[in-house]
């Protein structure tokens, strides 16, 4: 099922839970909205969306007025209304929640969305190039972010990308059933539409440097480069064939499902045993991934299921879906003679403080393949010659207040996971946006004052 949508996904798999809505059902949602005088599902967001005024629109059947207004505070609602983590944030926070009937304000942001890409209700006007030229490395959510600010705002940007195409960890992070990449096409083509230029297979640093963009005449720069090299978990016998980075598996995936490579290229067959190490969202993507491409998979963490990092649904769905999970179980070696043939871990035992205590007493979990899903940091290469960058003893860049997100070098900005750690899109969003204000306050004053 690796190549389906999420609504064809769900139909196959049985469960319709999270399929869009249709028109009629939207607004039924929509009007079940109090339209409370202090929401406090906004407060929730992380960027103070407009949630009631945009579902009073979609109540009103006025998706254009909707999606105006929901464009107010985010340029990515058709990736947030999927990939956020709504029942910790606006959805948890609805007051309907304390009856456990929230909105579905996540459905009805990308049903909006949607509407408007399908509809073809927004034509975009064209915007005046003439307030400065702003180079992006990186097009995942801060990138995107700030290249559609600063484009609505008469700047000419270009965004330099790695990949053969454009979208980040939206399109090579987040699997296709948590994400349609027609969605993050969709978006792309929404920027290409500002005036947004993209340059793909261009690698800051091995490629090109911060100072020859400067060179080419660009004003500022912003860096968000997010975090992909995987956290490393030494282990005896992790060399084995058959470990890998759940980074990997992901892109190997979305390769596929583009046409790039082969069936004997994704690491992960049919028929196989997988373990998981790791409980966070990029930890339930890999074993979710894994339990369509025909695998029978199993999560080790090492402590309890109360500490898990991965969104409360994520988990309830992978549970679901097959995933079978192991808690308290640290991973401590890779079992099998030149092969996989399971991952031996050490038994812990809970803590009143919370922390978890080695029992002695070890397990071995039958596998094929093992993948690690610890976490991911940033890459070094924009510290060297030619680029210069100061990060932190962890290799996160490091910016300052006044303007906001300038890093060490003067006129190049940094924001989302690369400075702030991973999180959500929507909080490389809120990210991003502070840092277009910075960016626009340095750029008019060299404008005005000259090389500042």
Not at 220 to 241: S, Y
Not at 440 to 452: M, P, Q, S, T
Request: charge should be negative; include cysteine.
């Amino acid at each position: 099922m690796v190549g389906l949508d999420r609504n064809e996904q769900a139909v196959k798999a049985g469960y319709t839970e999270d399929r869009d809505y249709t028109l009629e059902e939207a607004l039924a949602e929509a009007k079940r909205c109090l339209n409370c005088a202090k929401p406090l599902c906004r407060t929730g967001c992380p960027i103070e969306n407009e949630i009631p005024r945009f579902i009073q629109a979609i109540a009103r059947g006025n998706f254009g007025e909707a999606n105006d207004i929901i464009g107010e505070r985010s340029n990515l609602p058709a990736v947030c209304g999927r990939v956020c983590p709504r029942e910790k944030q606006c959805e948890g926070h609805c007051i309907l929640n304390r009856a456990n009937k929230p909105i579905n304000i996540g459905k009805l942001e990308r049903f909006a969305a949607d509407f408007e890409s399908l509809h073809g209700l927004r034509r975009m006007k064209p915007i005046i190039k003439d307030q400065g030229k702003i180079g992006i490395i990186g097009s995942g959510p801060a990138g995107l972010t700030v290249a559609s600010d600063m484009a609505k705002l008469g700047y000419e940007v270009t965004i330099f990308e790695k990949q053969d195409e454009p979208g980040g960890i939206l399109l090579y992070g987040i699997p296709a059933f948590r994400l349609s990449k027609e969605v993050v096409h969709r978006e792309i083509n929404r920027l290409k539409a500002l005036g947004v230029t993209f340059e793909c297979n261009t690698i800051i640093g091995p490629d090109k440097t911060i100072d020859s963009l400067f060179e080419e005449g660009y004003d500022a720069i912003f860096i968000a480069t997010g975090t992909h090299v995987p956290m490393e978990l030494p282990m005896r016998g992790d060399e084995k064939p058959g470990v890998l980075q759940a980074m990997a598996l992901l892109t190997a995936v979305q390769l596929h499902q583009n046409g790039r490579v082969g069936d004997d290229d994704i690491p992960v067959q049919k028929g196989d045993k997988v373990v998981v190490i790791g409980a966070g969202n990029v930890a339930m993507d890999a074993a979710r991934t894994c339990v369509r491409l025909g695998a029978s998979v199993t999560v080790a963490y090492r402590r309890g299921e109360e500490n898990m990092s991965a969104n409360p649904l994520e988990y309830k769905e992978a549970k679901e879906e097959g995933v079978e999970f192991k808690f308290y179980a640290s991973p401590a070696s890779v079992e099998g003679e030149g092969v996989v043939e399971g991952l031996r871990c050490e038994m812990q035992e809970p803590q009143e403080d919370g922390s978890v205590k080695p029992t002695g007493h070890y397990e071995t979990i039958p596998a094929d393949k093992i993948i690690i899903a610890i976490g991911h940091k940033p890459n070094a290469r924009l510290v060297g010659p030619g680029n210069g960058i100061e990060v932190n003893k962890d290799g996160y860049v490091v910016t300052r207040e006044m303007p906001y997100g300038m890093t060490s070098r003067k006129g190049v900005f940094a924001g989302g996971d690369v400075v702030h750690k991973p999180a959500t899109v929507v909080l490389a969003m809120r990210a991003a946006k502070k840092v277009v204000e910075g960016m626009v306050n340095y750029c008019e004053a060299k404008r005005f004052l000259g090389d500042i």
